[in-house]
């Protein structure tokens, strides 16, 4: 599927097994739910190995626990970024970010999206 007109590209249906050369026709919730779903379940099991990953303390051991899920949170992060520099994260994430200010643009249809 191709361009129809101008910036308009066909939506296709959602295609795990699209190519890099479809990614512009595959419908953007699909991909970011399972973007979403898919290091949400990650850093979640990832939690759950330690002692701590369920728990609020508000004490020492609380903050030691805090100090290791930042790390742990950093771990899982660079393990879902490796292959992405931080070029293309930041570009992917502008992206999104547009796109949410489009559908967002406070409830009125064709208002002038926000641009940070």
Avoid: C, F
Wanted: glycine share 8%; net charge negative.
């Amino acid at each position: 599927m191709g361009s129809t007109t101008g910036n308009t590209t066909d939506q296709a249906p959602a295609n795990p097994a699209a190519t890099d050369g479809m990614p512009a026709t595959q419908p953007i919730g699909y991909w970011s739910g399972l973007a979403h779903a898919t290091v949400t379940r990650h850093l979640r099991d990832a939690m759950a190995r330690t002692d701590d990953g369920q728990r609020l303390h508000l004490t020492d051991t609380g903050e030691a626990a805090r100090v290791r899920l930042r790390e742990l949170a950093t771990e899982v992060r660079a393990e879902a970024h490796q292959g992405i520099s931080d070029e293309e994260y930041v570009a992917a994430l502008k992206v999104l970010r547009r796109m949410v200010a489009n559908i967002e643009a406070d409830g009125n249809p064709g208002a002038t999206p926000r641009t940070s």
